[in-house]
């Protein structure tokens, strides 16, 4: 009589990155698809800052994925399981890139127009938001991403890296090659571009806050009316 398999199922979601590696080299599929789902968000949004657009990031993680599993024996833990994928999408980014355009000095690199495109949305905490608060929140996210859209790559992927994704400056380095001290450079300029256009972008509608007029001008002012209508003296009689 043959038993069954009595082996409780693994909880993937539960392994740290090396067990799930070592799982992944020995052709663990569903190791491989937990590596996915816990680096995704990270590897896509590293695309995204290089290529700057969200079917073209998408193509670059999936091929980059594909190159990482078919490289996984090469994974020693020299670095992190993070770090070794964001390595292997940037050079399939940084691929792309160089074949749609030549190269440019970082010292020739002014600002960029914005396009339309956007990075995906992610499930946001705020499940039970207010619409009218939702709505607000989704257009200042739609006007931070446009502004970060605009920056120069070099600058956008490390704003990206540092602000977004929260990598420390070794980190960003290390995945980058760059230096610790360009890093921080880099960040500091992506910062007053950012500034700098967010501040073009809101002085035009500085004038529009805190909007009066409309139905809420009525509601005062009928408001105001049926309490002077209630007054028990007349102004003209006091006069």
């Avoid at 909007?211 to 309490?227: E, I, N, S």
């Amino acid at each position: 009589m043959i038993l069954p398999d009595a082996r409780p199922a693994l909880d993937y979601d539960a392994l740290a990155d090396a067990t799930l590696v070592g799982l992944v080299q020995r052709g663990d599929r569903l190791a491989f698809r937990q590596v996915m789902r816990r680096c995704n968000q990270r590897l896509f949004r590293v695309a995204r800052g290089v290529v700057n657009d969200d079917a073209e990031a998408e193509d670059v993680v999936q091929e980059a994925y594909v190159n990482a599993f078919e490289k996984i024996a090469t994974f020693r833990g020299d670095a992190s399981l993070l770090t070794w994928l964001t390595r292997i999408v940037l050079n399939e980014a940084y691929g792309r890139l160089r074949q749609q355009r030549p190269s440019v000095g970082i010292e020739q690199i002014g600002a960029t127009h914005a396009d339309d495109s956007r990075v995906v949305a992610f499930p946001s905490k705020f499940g039970n938001e207010d619409p009218a608060a939702a709505a607000a929140r989704e257009q200042v996210r739609r006007l931070v991403e446009h502004a970060i859209d605009s920056l120069p790559e070099p600058f956008r992927i490390v704003f990206v890296m540092r602000e977004i994704e929260g990598c420390t400056v070794e980190e960003t380095a290390a995945s980058l090659e760059l230096r610790s001290e360009t890093v921080k450079t880099r960040l500091h300029r992506a910062r007053r571009l950012l500034r700098t256009a967010l501040h073009d972008t809101l002085a035009g509608t500085l004038t529009d806050a805190f909007p009066f007029l409309g139905p809420r001008c009525d509601r005062m002012t009928q408001a105001v009316l049926a309490r002077v209508e209630a007054h028990p003296s007349n102004p003209a009689e006091g006069a």
